[in-house]
């Protein structure tokens, strides 16, 4: 069965700051995975996804992602991260019409 | 247009009132989705539909029962909630072919069950 892992229930950055966010997947296939943004309230805004090619995604808002099939991670980063990045971020991995997220990160800049 | 449209915003219903969250898509998605999620906690699935069709049933209880009229909209009828059914409930939708696996989320509902 898929499942996603985050194992930073919550991180903190000074604004201006990088940023990496955590994620590993188990999958038993080739997965598709996703990164979604979530502000208090609000639906869910995708970031960027993963099906295959490059490994390095770029994504909306200046986030980019890995993702490494040695290490099943596909981490989120963010060279500078500015004030409204403030939110709950939650990996994903999708199938045909079924996806599965993983606990959340939520970021808080300070 | 990657927009998917949720109403009401906010609903706050008795236990034994009857309600419908409405959600809507003009993307030309043929698959829809209803999320819940409690706070701090990620989405959880509810209910699929594909090409018109119920396909996932996520053992909802069936005070919840969901509708989908035609491609582009997709309800979720309530009745007889308890208050722990008090919760962010998301809508989505996703694309034919390889775009099945992108789903686009609208804003959500958030109910309240007194």
């Known amino acids: 069965a898929q499942s996603v892992t985050q194992p930073d229930i919550h991180i903190t950055v000074s604004e201006g700051a990088s940023l990496e966010l955590r994620c590993n997947y188990s999958y038993g296939a080739t997965p598709y995975l996703f990164w979604y943004v979530q502000s208090p309230g609000q639906g869910l805004q995708l970031l960027l996804k993963?099906?295959?090619?490059?490994?390095l995604v770029q994504g909306i808002k200046g986030f980019e992602a890995e993702f490494k099939r040695s290490q099943s991670s596909f981490n989120l980063r963010k060279p500078s991260v500015h004030w409204s990045d403030a939110a709950e971020y939650f990996c994903?991995?999708?199938?045909?019409?079924?996806?599965?997220f993983g606990a959340g990160t939520r970021l808080t800049v300070k | 247009d990657t927009e998917v449209t949720q109403t009401p915003k906010h609903l706050v219903m008795g236990m034994t009132n009857k309600k419908s969250l409405k959600c809507e898509q003009h993307?030309?998605?043929?698959?829809m989705y209803w999320y819940k999620q409690k706070a701090k906690k990620p989405p959880e699935l509810m209910f699929v539909?594909?090409?018109?069709?119920?396909?996932i049933n996520e053992s909802v209880p069936s005070r919840f029962s969901p509708e989908c009229p035609n491609s582009s909209l997709l309800n979720l009828h309530l009745h007889a909630l308890q208050p722990e059914d008090s919760a962010l409930y998301l809508c989505?939708?996703?694309?034919?072919?390889?775009?099945?696996?992108?789903?686009?989320f609208g804003p959500g509902t958030r109910l309240t069950v007194t």
């Open positions: 539909y594909s090409y018109e069709k119920l396909s």
């Open positions: 993307m030309g998605h043929r698959a």
């Open positions: 989505a939708s996703s694309g034919p072919g390889r775009s099945s696996y992108e789903q686009y």
């Open positions: 993963y099906f295959s090619g490059d490994t």
């Open positions: 994903a991995v999708g199938s045909n019409n079924d996806m599965r």
